[in-house]
């Protein structure tokens, strides 16, 4: 059994902390480490993390000077991580018990080094109001319009993820990590709702219009497109967005 690295940035996250990491602590798989990276200019949650943390073996805390987002946090978790498999968490979202140990059954089956799940979407009063099934196989053309990889639910071989870094980006920041990857490796779906992801009004990436113009950046200055279809694909995002939600409400239907 491979060890793996859970990484889990924390910003104002206080109210869910705690059932996230007990989700990612209590996983039926047993060869783990937890990386918590504590990234708020605020520092008065500090002695509550440090409290819950301490109970459990293995879980180890980085204290960032200054607030420099998630995705840089990430590639801090990565760095020193220990583990042949990256698992990302939120600190506002969840993971069934056995999804670690499901998971990465399922990726040495199909020899896989990057896959992802299906998810659950959350509210902020635990009401499941959506779900997102995952596509077994996504093309880079696909990825392009839609982006459908719940980070949450994501377990990737570290080698890989050290080829690409997060960017700094205010949203978006793992879409443009999935995008590189893909011309590089295959990325695989687990059609196995083994996540929930919770979506709170005040959340960065419930911002459309940041997502659109992180979007536009990374059409425009990652991919290389020229400035009228990097606006041309920030629009196509920008509808297959509405009709994601759509298909999110339809699924808590027919996926039970």
Same mark, same amino acid.
């Given at each position: 059994?491979e060890l793996?690295?859970?990484?889990?940035?924390?910003?104002?996250? %206080? #109210?869910? $902390?705690?059932?996230?990491?007990? !989700?990612?602590?209590?996983?039926?798989?047993?060869?783990?480490e937890?990386?918590?990276?504590? @990234? @708020?200019?605020d %520092?008065?949650?500090?002695? &509550?993390?440090?409290?819950?943390?301490k %109970? &459990?073996?293995?879980?180890?805390?980085?204290?960032?000077?200054?607030? /420099?987002?998630?995705?840089?946090?990430?590639?801090?978790?990565i760095?020193?991580?220990?583990? #042949?498999? /990256?698992?990302?968490?939120?600190? @506002? @979202?969840?993971w069934?018990?056995?999804?670690?140990?499901?998971?990465?059954?399922?990726?040495?089956?199909?020899?896989?080094?990057?896959?992802?799940?299906?998810?659950?979407?959350? =509210?902020?009063?635990?009401?499941?109001?959506?779900?997102?099934?995952?596509?077994?196989?996504?093309?880079?053309?696909?990825?392009? =319009?839609?982006?459908?990889?719940g980070?949450?639910?994501?377990?990737?071989?570290?080698?890989v993820? #050290?080829?690409?870094?997060?960017?700094?980006l205010? *949203?978006?920041?793992d &879409?443009?990590?999935?995008?590189?990857?893909?011309?590089?490796?295959?990325?695989?779906? +687990?059609?196995?709702?083994?996540?929930?992801?919770?979506?709170?009004?005040?959340?960065?990436?419930? !911002?459309? *219009?940041?997502?659109?113009?992180?979007? +536009?950046?990374?059409?425009? &200055?990652?991919? #290389?497109? !020229? $400035?009228?279809?990097?606006?041309?694909?920030t629009?196509?995002?920008?509808?297959?967005f509405f009709?994601?939600? /759509?298909?999110?409400?339809?699924?808590?239907?027919?996926?039970?």
């Open positions: 059994m793996v690295s859970i990484i889990i940035p924390y910003f104002k996250k %206080k #109210k869910y $902390f705690y059932k996230s990491f007990l !989700s990612a602590y209590h996983q039926n798989y047993k060869k783990k937890f990386i918590i990276i504590y @990234d @708020d200019n %520092k008065s949650d500090l002695p &509550y993390i440090k409290k819950i943390i %109970k &459990y073996k293995g879980a180890k805390l980085i204290i960032n000077e200054k607030n /420099i987002g998630a995705g840089s946090s990430r590639n801090k978790g760095n020193i991580s220990k583990g #042949k498999y /990256i698992a990302f968490l939120d600190s @506002d @979202d969840l069934d018990q056995t999804k670690l140990i499901n998971q990465i059954r399922f990726m040495k089956k199909n020899n896989a080094v990057f896959s992802h799940t299906s998810f659950r979407i959350l =509210n902020e009063d635990n009401i499941i109001v959506g779900k997102q099934i995952a596509e077994n196989n996504i093309s880079y053309k696909n990825l392009l =319009n839609s982006c459908d990889i980070l949450s639910t994501v377990v990737a071989e570290k080698k993820l #050290k080829k690409f870094p997060f960017k700094r205010k *949203t978006k920041e &879409y443009s990590v999935w995008l590189r990857i893909i011309k590089k490796y295959e990325i695989i779906g +687990f059609r196995k709702v083994l996540a929930s992801w919770r979506q709170t009004n005040l959340s960065l990436s419930s !911002s459309l *219009t940041q997502k659109l113009k992180d979007a +536009f950046y990374i059409y425009f &200055y990652q991919e #290389k497109f !020229s $400035f009228f279809i990097s606006i041309l694909k629009c196509v995002l920008c509808l297959f009709k994601k939600k /759509i298909e999110q409400k339809k699924n808590l239907i027919f996926h039970k």
